[in-house]
């Protein structure tokens, strides 16, 4: 059954770096999202991606945030200068329309 | 704004029924959705029911759904040691492109 991945698992990186978060969506599939969880609070809606521009983002993905399509499989999030707050899970998802979105196994983002 | 919440616990004994409550605000809400999280692994989509729905079964699992209270439940029947894990409960509206918003999650545990 396809599914959505995710690398790394876990992700440890001092304040102030860079890192990105890789996904791959399930191959057919048109819609594109990040979420995040951190420890403890409510799942948190990131960005939407479709036909190779952002559909929505919420407020907590400011300038520090980018998302990229750079090839037909991989979809990746970056961070450019990490806080001590981005510390979260983030998982990917995709979806073919409206209803079902698939996540994957999520990335632990540690930033110290 | 939009919110989602739920009972944080739920204990039951093998074999008898669970039942998870979820409240929401949006009136404008399209699909509703059920997740599962067990330890250490990613959001698995259990179920969803459209708005115009009031309920749907999928084998062990019922889902009911009363608009007019905003008032969302998963039953599971029969209910496993397999089941123990974080159920999510999670919303979406037409017109903003599919984000979720979720709720804190519900952690069951099945007692043999």
């Known amino acids: 059954e396809p599914e959505v991945t995710q690398t790394p698992s876990h992700q440890v990186t001092q304040m102030g770096q860079e890192v990105i978060l890789r996904c791959v969506p399930i191959?057919?599939?048109?819609?594109f999202y990040w979420y995040r969880q951190i420890l403890g609070q409510k799942v948190e809606f990131l960005v939407s991606?479709?036909?190779?521009?952002?559909?929505?983002k919420s407020e907590i993905f400011d300038d520090q945030f980018s998302v990229e399509r750079p090839d037909g499989s991989n979809f990746t999030l970056k961070i450019r200068s990490t806080k001590l707050e981005d510390s979260a899970m983030y998982f990917c998802?995709?979806?073919?329309?409206?209803?079902?979105?698939?996540f994957g196994p999520g990335t632990r983002l540690t930033v110290l | 704004g939009e919110d989602v919440e739920q009972s944080l616990f739920l204990s039951v004994r093998e074999g008898d029924s669970s039942v998870i409550n979820c409240t929401y605000t949006?009136?404008?809400?399209?699909?509703l959705y059920w997740y599962k999280q067990e330890p250490g692994a990613g959001l698995q989509l259990l179920t969803y029911?459209?708005?115009n729905m009031d309920m749907k079964q999928d084998q062990r699992l019922t889902v009911l759904l009363n608009k007019k209270d905003k008032h969302l439940s998963l039953r599971i029947a029969d209910t496993q040691t397999g089941d123990s894990a974080i159920y999510f409960c999670?919303?979406?509206?037409?017109?903003?492109?599919?984000?979720?918003?979720w709720g804190l999650g519900t952690s069951l545990a099945v007692n043999p």
């Open positions: 998802a995709s979806s073919a329309g409206w209803n079902e979105q698939f």
């Open positions: 191959s057919n599939h048109l819609y």
């Open positions: 991606f479709y036909n190779n521009e952002i559909s929505e």
């Open positions: 999670a919303e979406s509206s037409a017109g903003n492109n599919r984000k979720l918003i």
């Open positions: 029911i459209f708005s």
């Open positions: 949006d009136s404008s809400s399209t699909y």
